[in-house]
């Protein structure tokens, strides 16, 4: 079974940046396409940002031109760099693989990491 370690988050105050990263387990050297989403304080799990297995992206309005998604697949990793962060992308923020349908995902989420920004 296919597990995610996210880490990276920390508190930061606006205007900063982090960088996170989601290290997966299990995959047996097979590739996903990947996305990282976060749920905010009192809101649903949503998508932030994916990338395809050929290294295609796409991100939400809200963080295009801001955040960055990449993946080493050499490390069975894929990062999320975020600028400019604003107090609205405050959330706990998860990686998976999306399924076919939208909202779907092919695998356990993993425990996320805290981002915070705060002045």
């Known amino acids: 079974q296919v597990q995610f370690v996210e880490s990276g988050g920390d508190l930061v105050q606006p205007g900063g940046s982090l960088r996170l990263s989601c290290a997966a387990s299990g995959t047996g050297g097979r590739l996903y396409g990947m996305a990282w989403y976060r749920q905010g304080p009192g809101k649903q799990r949503d998508v932030v940002a994916t990338i395809t297995i050929g290294g295609s992206t796409n991100y939400v309005d809200s963080v295009k031109d801001r955040f960055t ?51």
């Open 69 to 119: 998604i990449s993946r080493d697949d050499a490390k069975n990793t894929v990062y999320l760099q975020m600028l400019n962060l604003k107090p609205e992308d405050t959330a706990v923020y998860y990686c998976n693989a999306p399924g076919a349908r939208f909202g779907d995902t092919l695998f356990d989420w993993g425990q996320g990491t805290q981002v915070t920004v705060s002045a």
